[in-house]
């Protein structure tokens, strides 16, 4: 009987143990959870102009993006321009981050969700850091796991995150993918300029001879190799205006400061490329092992502006009266025009050729591999012998 009375008071035990941890644990939520729905940083958002910087730390790997003289640039790459639409983004998210659920404040469950102290060589989690004037720490979130769905799902992305200093961890709506690499904060694009504006090419290798790739018109659909050889034909149809597409959304794969690059190290390309409206960009070109090194530079060049042919001018038909009067069916000087040529004006273009001679000449581009050998393509490279 003693021993029946011993294990009934031992399971009484238990469940009162039992009962009293879930009501510590419901209450430890229902506490935690009454922050739910509001907003992480509640100050972040009438304040989001006054950010200077945004700090991205990934262990030992940080990265600096100050707001100077109105730009955006990271300071890891020369104060190179930063992608504002992409700064932006990160500012604003994290302003209107709102927390959906409290989740765990155990440290040794930060791991599975990412969101471990991210200065450890070994973190998956990034900070994000950012300050106002003087230094000030505005928002500072260790952004971990990040949960996608469906854009119907309901709820969408979801974010596990938490606040620096802090060890609650919190899922939130919304998500924030945050890269580690200088590269990725930067303006990649260098330039964008169409085809339909190129009117001449002239690429002069180290060696041999030039390449001179032309189209007479703006309204020409296709351009030219000059000085094509007798026994030689293109290698494609095509070849040559993939060529005349140099700067069409070209994009950077590396930068730095122009006078850190020895372009002297390897012989260099000299690339010259001519629009219909006179904006002629300059380029000179260096392949050093897998990587293609350029540096460039622009400027207005009034003379090479395409000039529309004239028709000539009227007739002159005797009347019956032996007055000499115009030819009804001549075309007036006044109303002659090439067909689909719209060029921009030279007040125009001189204001576009100053603004890039501006922005490219500090620097030395790193290209990718497929723009790096268009700008140092060779006759050799176009043509094969005739069949």
Do not use: C
Request: no cysteine; net charge positive; aromatic share 4%.
């Amino acid at each position: 009987m003693k021993k029946n009375q011993l294990i009934i008071l031992s399971v009484i035990t238990l469940v009162a143990a039992i009962a009293a941890l879930v009501a510590n644990n419901m209450k430890s939520n229902a506490v935690s959870n009454k922050a739910a729905g509001k907003a992480l940083f509640p100050a972040l958002s009438a304040n989001v102009n006054k950010v200077q910087e945004v700090e991205i730390t990934k262990g030992k790997n940080i990265i600096n993006i100050q707001r100077k003289d109105n730009t955006w640039q990271v300071v890891q790459k020369d104060g190179y321009t930063a992608n504002l639409s992409k700064i932006k983004e990160t500012i604003l998210k994290l302003a209107e981050f709102k927390t959906l659920e409290a989740k765990t404040k155990k440290q040794d469950n930060f791991g599975k969700l990412n969101v471990e102290d991210p200065t450890v060589d070994s973190a998956k989690s990034i900070l994000v850091t950012l300050k106002g004037e003087n230094n000030t720490t505005m928002a500072a979130l260790v952004v971990g796991k990040q949960l996608s769905g469906s854009v119907t799902a309901v709820g969408g992305e979801k974010t596990y995150v938490r606040k620096m200093g802090e060890d609650q961890v919190w899922l939130v709506a919304g998500g924030l993918l945050i890269d580690d690499l200088a590269i990725d904060w930067m303006d990649e694009q260098i330039m964008d300029i169409p085809d339909s504006r190129i009117s001449k090419i002239v690429i002069t290798p180290p060696k041999g001879k030039p390449v001179t790739i032309v189209k007479n018109k703006p309204e020409d659909k296709e351009f030219m190799l000059m000085d094509l050889p007798k026994n030689k034909e293109l290698k494609s149809t095509g070849e040559l205006t993939q060529t005349a597409r140099l700067l069409q959304g070209l994009r950077m794969k590396d930068v730095s400061k122009a006078e850190k690059v020895d372009m002297s190290t390897n012989p260099n390309t000299k690339t010259d490329i001519y629009t219909f409206d006179g904006l002629v960009i300059s380029a000179v070109s260096m392949q050093k092992d897998s990587d293609h090194f350029i540096t460039l530079d622009a400027r207005f060049d009034a003379t090479t502006r395409f000039t529309p042919p004239q028709d000539p001018a009227p007739k002159q038909i005797p009347a019956p009266d032996g007055k000499a009067q115009p030819d009804s069916t001549a075309t007036s000087p006044s109303t002659a025009s090439s067909p689909g040529t719209m060029l921009k004006p030279a007040a125009e273009v001189q204001t576009e050729a100053s603004a890039l001679s501006e922005k490219l000449k500090p620097w030395t581009y790193t290209l990718s591999k497929s723009k790096g050998v268009a700008f140092i393509k060779t006759m050799d490279d176009l043509l094969k012998a005739k069949e």
